[in-house]
């Protein structure tokens, strides 16, 4: 199937403790760049006010924006991110391990999230991947693969010749 929207290769990862911050984030992101709304952890009212308002801001910067989780938050998502695969629209999964990565490539996944290639704050004391470990995990993978974990541009573009297809932060759009 043919997918309605372009798949970014850059990233933001949403979540509970940039507060305020979100809103610089989305701002610095590149046009056509990529969302995923997790906030997790919000009273699901509070969780659709705030996808909501996200969802204006995407718009207007031409974002694409998944929503992560299974509850629907608005009609606006472009996309799902680790749930079961949407009829239309981007659909992403997550793998920290080879064997996740196969099956999210057979599940249909038009990108797969893989983590954390280095240390990062969202996961304190997580064993990164690192260089090697994450090249390994993603060869011969026929799906785009977007790195996440302690990346920032200047990570990210160490990674190029080993072939994942963009990267994605939290704290690399909030610094």
């Given at each position: ?9 850059l ?24 969302v ?17 308002r ?40 997550s ?18 999230f ?26 011969n ?35």
């Amino acid at each position: 199937m043919r997918r309605r929207y372009p798949l970014p290769q850059l990233w933001l990862m949403t979540d509970e403790r940039m507060g305020e911050k979100l809103w610089l984030a989305l701002e610095r992101l590149p046009p056509g760049s990529g969302v995923v709304f997790r906030h997790y952890s919000l009273p699901l009212a509070e969780r659709r006010a705030l996808f909501g308002r996200v969802t204006r801001v995407a718009r207007r910067r031409r974002l694409v924006l998944l929503r992560a989780g299974s509850t629907p938050l608005g009609r606006d998502e472009t996309g799902t991110h680790g749930t079961n695969r949407r009829r239309q629209g981007l659909h992403t999964r997550s793998a920290h391990s080879r064997r996740e990565a196969v099956a999210a490539q057979r599940a249909g996944a038009d990108a797969i999230f893989v983590s954390p290639v280095f240390a990062t704050r969202s996961h304190p004391g997580a064993s990164a991947l690192g260089r090697a470990r994450f090249g390994l995990l993603v060869r011969n993978l026929d799906v785009p693969v977007i790195a996440l974990g302690g990346l920032d541009a200047r990570r990210a573009a160490g990674l190029w010749q080993i072939g994942p297809y963009g990267w994605a932060a939290i704290d690399a759009w909030t610094a």
